[in-house]
């Protein structure tokens, strides 16, 4: 098979200093069909400027509703290597921890069945293998899931739950991110695999606020870990900053998002009633500042790029929840917010689409969530409580 190809457009993306995906199809190209002709339909796409795919149709395995998303080429004659092009979605590792043994089995596989071209990870989390036809996915699936792998979501279900790396190396992890994870795509298997939801839903778990997973731009519901206590100020390591040049009042107080931090110019005070949690001076000052006591998480929902609306972020349900094995009191939350979904949400409404339509007064009475005040998003301007008669005669 010739690797060489007319690609005179795409060969643009592959000069500047970044690494290119171009160059990665070309690799894939030269030894697969299906790449070559992924890649030639690909430089016609770039000259026509339109694209050739088209998604959908009914493909999957044999019991299960997501995991595969059907794409197929509306030029077969002209690109018989992508008549089928499936995306397979494979459920990737809590932290996305790999051994190089693993990596190499992926990879033998779906050189074996696809195009050899994958992308770790989509932005859900999961592991995704571009293309391969129609017949190949039940062998596939036969190879993945003989060794232990499983399908992730996708379309209306609950996607593959990912998180940070957590405690398995960072000092930060205010809660078992792994643990919670995988402990959650294990209970709710069915939610993944067999979708019922009005639309996809996404669960990213990250130990503190810094949220290295992109929690709370991305999942419908972000766990954030976090802390109910202090932070704890070793004064000789402040000194130590400010003495390696550190502008401590310019980098980290006047950065507070709640002010709630003094510096004198040899000793920094946090009066942590008013700190946020939002790790922001922990992050920079690592040697000088500790969080302690009980640790927890916060919960949130609704964020998704973009809605109907725009960007939304996610915002506060629950302001501090313990979350220990079996996470039932977790879990029961979640069943709950699913339940309102079910019974309210429009067919590809996402949860917090539905929760800004019909208003959050509603959702926390049905969820069973008391208001509080760390889930005013906008204070006086938007406010999401709106007393009744009997509030005011209970004073
Ligand atoms: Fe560490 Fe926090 Fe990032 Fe998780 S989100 S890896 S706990 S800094
Ligand atoms: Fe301020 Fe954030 Fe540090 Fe709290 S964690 S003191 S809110 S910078």
């Given at each position: 098979?010739?690797?060489?190809?007319?690609?005179?457009?795409?060969?643009?993306?592959?000069?500047?200093?970044?690494?290119?995906?171009?160059?990665?199809?070309?690799?894939?190209?030269?030894?697969?069909?299906m790449?070559?002709?992924?890649?030639?339909?690909?430089?016609?796409?770039?000259?026509?400027k339109?694209?050739?795919?088209?998604h959908g149709?009914?493909?999957?395995?044999?019991?299960?509703?997501?995991?595969?998303?059907?794409?197929?080429?509306?030029?077969?004659?002209e690109?018989?290597?992508?008549?089928?092009?499936?995306?397979?979605r494979?459920?990737?590792?809590s932290?996305?921890?790999?051994?190089?043994?693993?990596?190499?089995?992926?990879?033998?596989?779906?050189?074996?069945?696809?195009?050899?071209l994958?992308?770790?990870?989509?932005?859900t989390?999961d592991?995704?293998?571009?293309?391969?036809?129609?017949?190949k996915?039940?062998?596939?699936?036969?190879?993945?899931?003989?060794?232990?792998?499983d399908?992730?979501?996708?379309?209306?279900?609950l996607?593959?739950?990912?998180?940070?790396?957590g405690?398995?190396?960072?000092?930060?992890a205010?809660?078992?991110?792994?643990?919670?994870?995988?402990?959650?795509?294990q209970?709710?298997?069915?939610?993944?695999?067999?979708?019922?939801f009005?639309?996809?839903?996404?669960i990213?778990?990250?130990?503190?606020?810094?949220?290295?997973?992109?929690?709370?731009?991305?999942?419908?519901?972000?766990?954030?870990?976090?802390?109910?206590g202090?932070i704890v100020v070793?004064?000789?390591?402040?000194?130590?900053?400010?003495?390696?040049?550190?502008?401590?009042?310019?980098?980290?107080?006047?950065?507070?998002p709640t002010?709630?931090?003094?510096?004198?110019?040899?000793?920094?005070?946090?009066?942590d009633?008013?700190?946020?949690?939002?790790?922001?001076c922990?992050?920079?000052?690592?040697?000088?500042?500790?969080?302690?006591?009980?640790?927890?998480a916060?919960?949130?929902?609704?964020?998704?790029?973009?809605?109907?609306?725009?960007?939304?972020?996610?915002?506060?349900?629950?302001?501090?929840?313990?979350?220990?094995?079996?996470?039932?009191?977790?879990?029961?939350?979640?069943?709950?917010?699913?339940?309102?979904?079910d019974?309210?949400?429009?067919?590809r409404?996402?949860?917090?689409?539905?929760?800004?339509?019909?208003?959050?007064?509603?959702?926390l009475?049905f969820?069973?969530?008391?208001?509080?005040?760390?889930?005013?998003?906008?204070?006086?301007?938007?406010?999401?409580?709106?007393?009744?008669?009997?509030?005011f005669?209970?004073?």
């Open positions: 098979m010739s690797t060489e190809s007319d690609t005179p457009l795409l060969d643009e993306l592959e000069k500047g200093p970044f690494p290119s995906f171009v160059s990665e199809i070309k690799k894939a190209a030269a030894k697969n069909k790449a070559l002709d992924e890649l030639k339909q690909l430089e016609k796409s770039y000259r026509d339109r694209g050739y795919w088209k149709g009914i493909v999957g395995i044999r019991g299960y509703g997501s995991g595969i998303i059907g794409r197929h080429s509306s030029l077969p004659q690109f018989p290597g992508v008549a089928d092009f499936h995306t397979v494979v459920n990737s590792v932290g996305f921890f790999y051994t190089s043994d693993s990596l190499r089995q992926i990879c033998d596989i779906w050189d074996r069945h696809g195009s050899g994958l992308n770790m990870h989509g932005s989390g592991i995704i293998l571009l293309g391969t036809s129609t017949e996915l039940e062998p596939v699936f036969a190879e993945f899931s003989s060794r232990g792998w399908l992730g979501g996708s379309g209306s279900s996607r593959t739950p990912s998180c940070c790396i405690p398995a190396r960072c000092e930060w205010n809660i078992d991110t792994l643990d919670i994870i995988y402990n959650l795509t209970e709710f298997q069915d939610e993944m695999h067999r979708p019922a009005p639309y996809k839903f996404k990213k778990a990250a130990g503190c606020a810094v949220d290295c997973i992109g929690a709370i731009a991305r999942a419908d519901c972000s766990i954030i870990g976090t802390w109910r202090h070793d004064q000789s390591a402040v000194a130590e900053y400010a003495k390696q040049g550190m502008d401590i009042q310019a980098e980290i107080v006047n950065l507070c002010g709630c931090m003094v510096y004198d110019g040899r000793e920094l005070y946090i009066n009633e008013d700190c946020s949690r939002c790790m922001h922990i992050s920079r000052m690592t040697k000088a500042l500790r969080p302690a006591g009980e640790k927890g916060t919960i949130l929902i609704g964020s998704k790029a973009p809605f109907v609306i725009g960007a939304t972020l996610s915002w506060v349900l629950v302001p501090f929840m313990k979350l220990e094995p079996p996470y039932d009191e977790f879990k029961a939350l979640l069943k709950k917010i699913w339940e309102y979904w019974e309210h949400g429009k067919n409404e996402r949860l917090g689409e539905l929760v800004i339509r019909r208003g959050m007064r509603e959702f009475e969820v069973g969530v008391k208001p509080s005040p760390q889930q005013v998003k906008e204070p006086r301007r938007d406010p999401f409580f709106y007393w009744k008669d009997e509030d005669r209970r004073q």
